[in-house]
């Protein structure tokens, strides 16, 4: 007796496998283009895997140029957006955190996800000639378990092919910048960065953080430095900047209202946070994209 694995017939919902995998070329028929092509958030994990053709892709309002062999990984909660391209071939694999907590113990997830995370590493992997087609192979090994095979061993397998991708990809992104798997402060960074998720519309001071978790200010700032190539005070600010603009672009809200939610006290202490850090006010950066 065969498990069915559900196709979404729509990317933005995944069903209770909470996973896919959609061929490139096949978007429009999941999804509408006026949703694809408009900034718009995800809760799920994806990543996109060029096989031929050249374009470009918006995550978190920076585009990237992509042709063969571009990797694009895309964290859920992430804005982004597709410049539809008929020329361009590859392979769009969507899950949540779930499909691999099933399978994974929470150490090896956490390090899965770490891939994901886009202050610290870029969304943007090219891979090498030598390199592209074991990924091939890989990504083809899962879309065979979706659409052929199908039985009771599919979900393991798929798992199991999901995470040798990931941690594959990973290995790549490392070469030449190892810090991620070598590093004695990355538990250290996490937890602040998580920390600072939660925290970040209560206070954008460093000194509160490093309080917080029991550390002095220049540890903290030791700890950033050393992880994410920069100060704790531009760590945060980058968080909350990242956090304005998604409010700006998927939120129906008022700038009064944004300003409220993200811990400023009158708008136009906000209007001087964001002018400082895009050059543009909230009202041009709106605009702008919507």
Known sequence: MSITLHRTHNYLKLQ???????????????????ILTKNHKVDFYALIFITEGKGKHSID???YEYDKGTILAIRKDQMH?????????????CF?????????????????IQMFNELLVSPKTQLKDCDFESIFKLIKGIEKEVLVVNDIYSFKLIRSLLHILITLIYRIKSTGYNTLQQSRYLKEFII???LLEEDYYKTKKVYDYANKLGYSAKKLNMVVKFI?????????????IIKVKRLLIHYNLSIKEIAFKTGFNEPTNLYKYFKK????TPEEFRKKYV
């Open 192 to 194: 602040f960065q998580n």
């Open 277 to 280: 850090h895009t050059n543009s």
């Open 228 to 240: 994410a190539n920069k100060s704790a005070k531009e760590f945060i600010d980058d968080t909350v």
């Open 96 to 112: 949540k955190e779930e499909f691999l907590n099933s399978y994974l113990n929470e150490i090896e997830v956490a390090n899965a």
């Open 61 to 63: 309002f920076s585009d």
């Open 16 to 34: 209770q496998s909470n996973f896919d995998i959609v061929n490139f070329q096949d978007l429009d028929k999941f999804e509408s283009e006026e």
């Open 81 to 93: 957006r597709f410049y539809l391209n008929k020329a361009t071939k590859g392979f769009l694999l």
